[in-house]
């Protein structure tokens, strides 16, 4: 069963810095690429970030390039996302999802997301 | 960036009611159209991908059709339990956008 399960979420000051970690199972996470996407409180989706197979290409939305990094961890099966200079507007349920083998492929499996608060 | 115009941003019909919800792309963006499914407090749930195929396991009440520019999204008899947000999502370009949802209702 594949199961993705996030984690490093909680309150931090404007300016400051957040790891979020996403652990991957029942699947061979080194296969696939993977996003991850936030959702504010009552409002939509919003994509973030996605990361090739091997680490060696990644993608971001414009709001939040230069500030977030994604990156994985093949052997230890898990998915990073590296968050600085974080602002309020960075409020959000961030969630890990898995997409296809491909670049244009779907996400079909999402963790459970974790929050991430941003105020002083 | 592409825009994902997604209408109507909600209603609320009958159960057994055909319920229909449309989403524009801004350019052409073939057939890499998602469609997702949020219940409250919870993650996002595939429902059709490439525009019109069921993701496995989803009942086959929920279609999808499209491509190029317009899509549809239906549910052809609305269930109690399909109360939810409903996402469209395209996937040919970067950043994948996002519609801005329909929230569905019961009447």
């Known amino acids: 069963e594949v199961q993705l399960v996030e984690s490093g979420g909680g309150l931090v000051q404007p300016g400051g810095s957040l790891r979020l970690s996403c652990a991957a199972s029942?699947?061979?996470?080194?296969?696939?690429?993977m996003s991850w996407v936030r959702q504010a409180p009552g409002k939509g989706l919003e994509w973030v970030a996605n990361?090739?197979?091997?680490?060696?290409?990644?993608y971001y939305v414009d709001s939040v390039k230069g500030r977030f990094s994604i990156f994985r961890d093949n052997a230890k099966n898990s998915l990073y996302l590296q968050m600085n200079s974080l602002r309020a507007e960075d409020t959000a349920v961030y969630y890990c999802?898995?997409?296809?083998?491909?670049?244009?492929?779907?996400?079909?499996?999402w963790g459970p997301g974790t929050l991430v608060t941003v105020s002083s | 960036d592409i825009q994902m115009t997604q209408s109507p941003s909600s209603l609320s019909a009958s159960v057994g009611d055909r319920v229909t919800i449309t989403c524009q792309a801004s350019?052409?963006?073939?057939?890499?159209l998602n469609w997702y499914q949020q219940k409250p407090g919870k993650a996002p749930n595939l429902l059709i991908y490439?525009?019109?195929n069921l993701e496995t396991g989803v009942p086959s009440r929920f279609s999808g059709s499209g491509s190029g520019t317009d899509f549809t999204f239906t549910i052809s008899s609305l269930q109690p339990e399909d109360i939810a947000t409903y996402y469209c999502?395209?996937?040919?370009?970067?950043?994948?956008?996002f519609g801005q949802g329909t929230k569905v209702e019961i009447k």
């Open positions: 350019q052409d963006i073939s057939n890499y």
């Open positions: 490439d525009a019109s």
């Open positions: 029942g699947f061979t996470f080194s296969s696939y690429w």
């Open positions: 999802a898995r997409d296809g083998v491909w670049f244009k492929e779907s996400s079909n499996y």
């Open positions: 990361i090739k197979v091997d680490g060696s290409e990644d």
């Open positions: 999502q395209q996937f040919d370009n970067i950043p994948r956008t």
